[in-house]
């Protein structure tokens, strides 16, 4: 009995005990975490892909050790000073002078470290290299890269993502996006059926079918909303399987709503309009649709969710900003740009198939004879021989690098033309550098101006009004002076038209330039191919632009200029005017839309020759 008593309270207490070293385990777990979470943002230590990334590593790991000891023993004094006056800053002091000297040797250490483990990587690297695979940035690890299973996991990616935004889960296997899917003008009915808007009648109605039993309200008695959802699907279903509606449903979108914003949003479309712009349809399956012109219709698109969201809400701006902030995601242009990258290698293969199939050299020439026909089209439109030098030393320099590392010996070859591609990048940076402030200069001076000629219109109706009486009872003075600042506004803007214009392009260069190294990079190192036929897409890819280059370095595309006043304002008026026709259901091609804008230059032109307008600058 005794010693059975004596037992009862340390077992009572064992429970106590657990939970205290459990905590105990758990704050030591926390500070673990911590310490090494800190350490892995101080020091380098992710697995280095050769020798060279492991000297890059063990540098930055002694700088980075160097610099946080240096700020430490400057940073302690003062925060021991704060805290505790003269103790705290010598003891401040001291902790300072050790984590200056232990920092410093902890970059050392893992520096030394880093280079060790890149050069035990080298040999790796090198028959990893040699059998065509690629290192993955993220994984820190080689792969075999496949194309068609890059599509692939693209169409999963974005259709995970859009079941995401409409609220659906992981587990509904959302279809498939497929990225050679037919454009439309609205998507929304084919998104809540979970369809492509390729699907076939047949495939329409089973996703309908799938759908409703999901959210039919006799199956869903606890979702307020399911009448609501199960209505939309109805009216979605009924649309897209009739053929006719469906086809004006894709032509036009949903009915004009009597919102003014729903209106404006269904006018104006930027990918319309930058295509318009800068004539760029003809480039489109080799570049893609334009960075800039992607960004302002994503922005455009949430402008007007939040305005809709301020109208049906009763939000104030701020909250309805808040609410929709970050709905755009970096995630989601980053999968944006992957896209566009993998259509433009899918593309590229396409357009250079013959090239594999030729059986001799009249097959070469008759290849080479098609490009020239095409580059020769692209040069006739506006931008046109700039696209071609653009694309074409993007295409030349990135075939000279992969043939110059697989068929020159130390890839001498592929060296000289990575130096002369990063020669060219760097042209272009200080270009678009210089472009960026020569249009915040431009935009900055006629602010002023417009303000300074407003101040004075201003000073002068004040000072009109005064003379006049103000119980005169005319206001057509007033209504002239209004109408002379609208002029004079418009005009000052629209000098800074060529200066934004300039930067706009020089932002496009960068951006072509950036998607065809990726999309090259795609193309050359598909797994799904021998590397025989790498080579020889490399080869044909150097052929197209060598054809483009040339081309359009004959055509004036290396001096591009922006500062035709003229042409700018007639190409801005025929973009607005083919938004807008689109928008109406109207059909233009790109062919009308660069004839429109040629009569629009031409009418200029008359008119200031005629001397009834005023003459405009070139």
Request: no cysteine; glycine share 8%.
């Given at each position: 009995m005794d010693s059975s008593s004596e037992k009862r309270p340390d077992e009572a207490a064992i429970p106590g005990d657990s939970t205290k070293r459990d905590q105990e385990q758990q704050a030591m777990d926390e500070d673990l975490a911590e310490a090494s979470e800190v350490f892995n943002s101080l020091f380098s230590t992710r697995r280095p892909k050769d020798g060279w990334a492991g000297i890059s590593s063990g540098l930055k790991s002694v700088t980075k050790g160097t610099v946080a000891g240096v700020a430490s023993l400057i940073a302690q004094p003062i925060a021991g000073a704060q805290e505790g006056g003269i103790k705290g800053f010598f003891g401040g002091l001291a902790t300072g002078v050790a984590?200056?000297?232990?920092?410093?040797v902890t970059g050392v250490c893992v520096g030394a470290y880093q280079v060790g483990r890149g050069v035990a990587n080298s040999v790796e690297a090198v028959s990893a290299s040699k059998a065509g695979m690629q290192w993955d940035q993220e994984k820190r690890e080689w792969i075999f890269y496949y194309l068609n299973k890059d599509k692939e996991e693209v169409e999963e990616l974005e259709a995970a993502l859009k079941a995401e935004k409409a609220g659906t889960?992981?587990?509904?296997d959302p279809a498939k996006m497929d990225l050679n899917e037919k454009k439309v003008k609205d998507r929304e009915f084919y998104d809540l059926l979970g369809v492509?808007?390729?699907?076939?009648?047949?495939n329409i109605k089973k996703a309908y079918y799938k759908e409703a039993r999901k959210c039919h309200p006799d199956k869903c008695p606890n979702d307020p909303e399911a009448a609501t959802k199960f209505q939309n699907l109805g009216h979605a279903y009924q649309i897209l399987s009739n053929e006719q509606t469906r086809a004006n449903y894709d032509k036009n979108g949903k009915p004009d709503s009597n919102s003014a914003d729903a209106n404006l949003a269904?006018?104006?479309?930027?990918?319309?309009?930058?295509?318009?712009?800068?004539g760029s349809h003809l480039v489109e399956p080799y570049v893609?649709?334009?960075?800039?012109?992607?960004?302002?219709?994503?922005?455009?698109?949430?402008?007007?969710?939040?305005q809709q969201a301020m109208d049906m809400e009763n939000m104030t701006e701020e909250e309805a900003a808040a609410l929709l902030a970050g709905k755009t995601t970096s995630e989601e242009m980053l999968l944006k740009q992957r896209k566009r990258e993998v259509k433009c290698a899918l593309n590229l293969r396409e357009k250079i198939m013959p090239y594999l199939e030729v059986k001799d050299e009249d097959d070469v020439l008759n290849f080479r004879a098609s490009i020239q026909n095409e580059a020769a089209k692209i040069a006739n439109t506006s931008f046109g021989a700039t696209f071609l030098v653009t694309i074409g030393f993007a295409l030349q320099v990135e075939g000279e690098e992969f043939l110059g590392f697989q068929n020159t010996?130390?890839?001498?070859?592929?060296?000289?033309?990575?130096?002369?591609?990063?020669?060219?990048?760097?042209?272009?940076?200080?270009?678009?550098m210089g472009a960026g402030i020569n249009a915040a200069t431009t935009g900055r001076k006629a602010m002023k101006e417009v303000e300074a000629a407003q101040r004075a219109m201003e000073e002068k109706k004040a000072k009109e009004s005064l003379e006049k009486g103000l119980d005169d009872g005319s206001n057509e003075g007033e209504s002239a002076m209004d109408e002379e600042q609208a002029r004079v506004a418009a005009q000052k803007l629209e000098e800074t038209i060529p200066a934004l214009l300039e930067l706009a392009w020089a932002i496009n260069i960068r951006d072509i330039s950036r998607t065809l190294k990726h999309a090259c990079k795609k193309l050359f190192t598909d797994a799904e191919v021998p590397m025989v036929t790498r080579i020889q897409r490399a080869e044909a890819i150097r052929l197209v632009g060598d054809e483009f280059y040339n081309i359009g370095k004959e055509r004036g595309g290396e001096k591009y200029s922006v500062k035709d006043a003229a042409d700018i304002k007639a190409r801005a008026e025929v973009a607005v005017m083919t938004t807008m026709a689109k928008a109406q259901g109207q059909e233009v091609s790109e062919d009308d839309a660069e004839e429109m804008i040629k009569q629009a230059k031409n009418m200029r032109a008359e008119v200031a020759n005629g001397g009834g307008a005023e003459a405009e600058t070139s």
């Open positions: 984590s200056a000297v232990a920092l410093p889960t992981s587990g509904e492509s808007t390729n699907a076939s009648a047949g269904n006018e104006i479309d930027p990918l319309v309009f930058f295509a318009v712009m800068f893609g649709e334009l960075w800039i012109a992607t960004t302002a219709d994503t922005m455009m698109k949430d402008a007007m969710e939040q010996a130390l890839g001498v070859g592929g060296h000289a033309a990575r130096w002369k591609k990063t020669r060219k990048n760097t042209q272009n940076n200080w270009k678009l």
